[in-house]
């Protein structure tokens, strides 16, 4: 294959695809499309109706307008708060939320042991698998592997095509189990084959939470403090589930839609997700951040912090795309309420991990970022932080490669969509097919 020729011919042929594909604005405008399924205010067009979870971020006013208020997260009936706030100092909570989102309601002290005890016989994969498939091609970009791991899995499944009810259950359940070990093998395979590092395969062990099992899968001595794993527990609970519209979600749905299987929905949402708009953004943020460092010398200097967050707007700092990663969101208004909880966490770990001047700077950054975008953009809803601000420090400080940043994510996030998928065959049973109005010019 003339690799060279190919790319020489598509270099050439890209100013024909911007010639002939490019649609101006005004007809968006003009037949009253929402580019992205969203208004000029953020707000989502309705596309679906859902009971596994909720987000508000507005409240009614006297005059009925839409008023901005604090954002709040539901799954299955509860604020997420009170879910992680009724957790014991030494409980972990993503077994718990896990059984609720996909079922519906919470598990009694019974059926949540069975549950547990159902994945950890999940916490497996079949012979040779690791060797075999995982470490075959290993890749960088490990959401890639993971994704090429979970289609691969299908192969081994004798009803991997089968999109009944209890079968769908079945998959799910099983690759909630296997993804922490999809994830962390995929990174080991890499760093050895790529980066000349040791190769090492820890075992999960029955047991143990999923984030304790990531974390001793992860490191070569497999030690972990309480508080560690406690955080990284909660880190998890906040990215399982996000109100159904987000793009990975919203992909597992039209995939379910059209009759195809589980193994595919999932990859299909994994090939979603690693986009930098979307799971992908805690990593752009420590990569800001490392780059503020070394450009600003005092963490404490909040005149040169908010003088380098202006260049940053300015286009003239970091990635020059103009955008202060981890500010604002496509729906909160004035707040994240999955940052909240996450900062409160946050402190703690850096004091235990040594790193309290980088905590500083990333409140300075928090404090700072909206004023100065206020000062340089025309905005329409509060700024405030996200999730994403703080998951990649907590992950920094976790001692995870930024490899694994979305990967885990996906490991959170998978229990939402196998809730959706789930929902979706039980109460919509039609595919989803949106309309795209022709503006093509008939020529002949």
Same mark, same amino acid.
């Given at each position: 294959?003339?690799?060279?020729?190919?790319?020489?011919?598509?270099?050439?042929?890209?100013?024909?695809?911007?010639?002939?594909?490019?649609?101006?604005?005004?007809?968006?405008?003009?037949?009253?499309?929402? $580019? %992205?399924?969203?208004?000029?205010?953020?707000?989502?067009?309705?596309? %679906?109706?859902?009971?596994?979870?909720?987000?508000?971020?507005?409240?009614?006013?006297?005059?009925?307008?839409?008023?901005?208020?604090?954002?709040?997260?539901?799954?299955?009936?509860?604020?997420?708060?009170?879910?992680?706030?009724?957790?014991?100092?030494?409980?972990?909570?993503?077994? *718990?939320?896990?059984?609720?989102?996909?079922?519906?309601?919470?598990?009694?002290?019974?059926?949540?042991?069975?549950?547990?005890?159902? &994945?950890?016989?999940?916490?497996?994969?079949?012979?040779?698998?690791? $060797?075999?498939?995982?470490?075959?091609?290993?890749?960088?970009?490990?959401?890639?592997?993971?994704?090429?791991?979970?289609?691969?899995?299908?192969?081994?499944?004798?009803?991997?095509?089968?999109?009944?009810?209890?079968?769908?259950?079945?998959?799910?359940?099983?690759?909630?189990?296997?993804?922490?070990?999809?994830? +962390?093998?995929?990174?080991?395979?890499?760093?050895?084959?790529?980066?000349?590092?040791?190769?090492?395969?820890?075992?999960? $062990?029955?047991?143990?939470?999923?984030?304790?099992?990531?974390?001793?899968?992860?490191?070569?001595?497999?030690?972990?403090? /309480? &508080?560690?794993?406690?955080? &990284?527990?909660?880190?998890?609970?906040?990215?399982?589930?996000? %109100?159904?519209?987000?793009?990975?979600?919203?992909?597992?749905?039209?995939?379910?839609?059209?009759?195809?299987?589980?193994?595919?929905?999932?990859?299909?949402?994994?090939?979603?997700?690693?986009?930098?708009?979307?799971?992908?953004?805690?990593?752009?943020?420590?990569?800001?951040?490392?780059?503020?460092?070394?450009?600003?010398?005092?963490?404490?200097?909040?005149?040169?912090?908010? =003088?380098?967050?202006?260049?940053?707007?300015?286009?003239?700092?970091?990635?020059?795309?103009?955008?202060?990663?981890?500010?604002?969101? /496509?729906?909160?208004?004035?707040?994240?309420?999955?940052?909240?909880?996450?900062? /409160?966490?946050?402190?703690?770990?850096? *004091?235990?991990?040594?790193?309290?001047?980088?905590?500083?700077?990333?409140?300075? +950054?928090?404090?700072?970022?909206? !004023? /100065?975008?206020?000062?340089?953009?025309?905005?329409?809803?509060? +700024?405030?932080? =996200?999730?994403?601000?703080?998951?990649?420090?907590?992950?920094?400080?976790?001692?995870?490669?930024?490899?694994?940043?979305?990967?885990?994510?996906?490991?959170?996030?998978?229990?939402?969509?196998?809730?959706?998928?789930?929902? !979706?065959?039980?109460?919509?049973?039609?595919?989803? $097919?949106?309309?795209?109005?022709? +503006?093509?010019?008939?020529?002949?």
């Amino acid at each position: 294959m003339d690799m060279k020729k190919i790319a020489e011919f598509s270099s050439k042929q890209q100013s024909v695809c911007v010639k002939n594909d490019t649609i101006d604005d005004a007809l968006f405008e003009k037949y009253g499309v929402n $580019r %992205g399924l969203r208004d000029i205010n953020g707000k989502g067009v309705l596309t %679906g109706l859902t009971r596994i979870s909720k987000i508000v971020s507005f409240t009614s006013g006297p005059d009925g307008k839409q008023v901005p208020c604090p954002g709040e997260l539901w799954y299955r009936g509860y604020n997420i708060k009170t879910l992680i706030k009724e957790l014991g100092e030494n409980e972990f909570g993503f077994e *718990k939320t896990a059984y609720l989102l996909l079922f519906g309601e919470k598990p009694t002290e019974s059926q949540l042991n069975e549950f547990q005890d159902i &994945l950890d016989e999940s916490r497996s994969l079949p012979t040779n698998f690791t $060797r075999d498939v995982i470490m075959k091609a290993p890749s960088k970009d490990i959401m890639n592997s993971i994704t090429r791991s979970v289609l691969t899995l299908a192969s081994y499944d004798e009803s991997s095509t089968d999109s009944q009810l209890e079968n769908s259950i079945k998959q799910c359940i099983q690759l909630i189990a296997q993804y922490p070990m999809l994830s +962390v093998y995929s990174y080991h395979a890499y760093n050895h084959y790529d980066n000349d590092e040791s190769m090492y395969i820890h075992r999960p $062990r029955k047991g143990r939470s999923t984030a304790e099992n990531f974390l001793a899968m992860l490191r070569p001595d497999q030690k972990y403090t /309480a &508080l560690e794993a406690k955080v &990284l527990d909660v880190a998890l609970m906040l990215h399982m589930e996000h %109100g159904g519209g987000n793009n990975s979600t919203f992909t597992t749905r039209v995939v379910t839609s059209s009759g195809s299987d589980t193994y595919s929905a999932m990859a299909a949402a994994m090939s979603s997700l690693k986009g930098p708009k979307h799971g992908g953004a805690n990593i752009k943020v420590v990569e800001m951040m490392d780059d503020l460092k070394e450009h600003v010398d005092n963490w404490e200097d909040r005149v040169a912090i908010k =003088n380098y967050l202006m260049k940053i707007l300015q286009k003239d700092a970091f990635d020059k795309s103009g955008l202060i990663y981890g500010m604002g969101h /496509a729906v909160y208004s004035m707040s994240d309420p999955r940052e909240e909880v996450l900062n /409160a966490f946050v402190e703690k770990l850096a *004091k235990e991990k040594g790193m309290e001047k980088d905590y500083i700077l990333y409140k300075n +950054v928090e404090e700072l970022a909206p !004023e /100065a975008i206020a000062e340089t953009r025309r905005i329409f809803k509060g +700024v405030s932080p =996200n999730v994403d601000f703080y998951s990649g420090l907590v992950y920094k400080m976790l001692n995870i490669p930024p490899e694994l940043y979305t990967p885990l994510f996906a490991t959170a996030r998978i229990v939402g969509w196998s809730a959706h998928r789930i929902e !979706e065959l039980i109460g919509m049973n039609k595919i989803i $097919r949106p309309a795209y109005k022709s +503006v093509m010019e008939e020529i002949g």
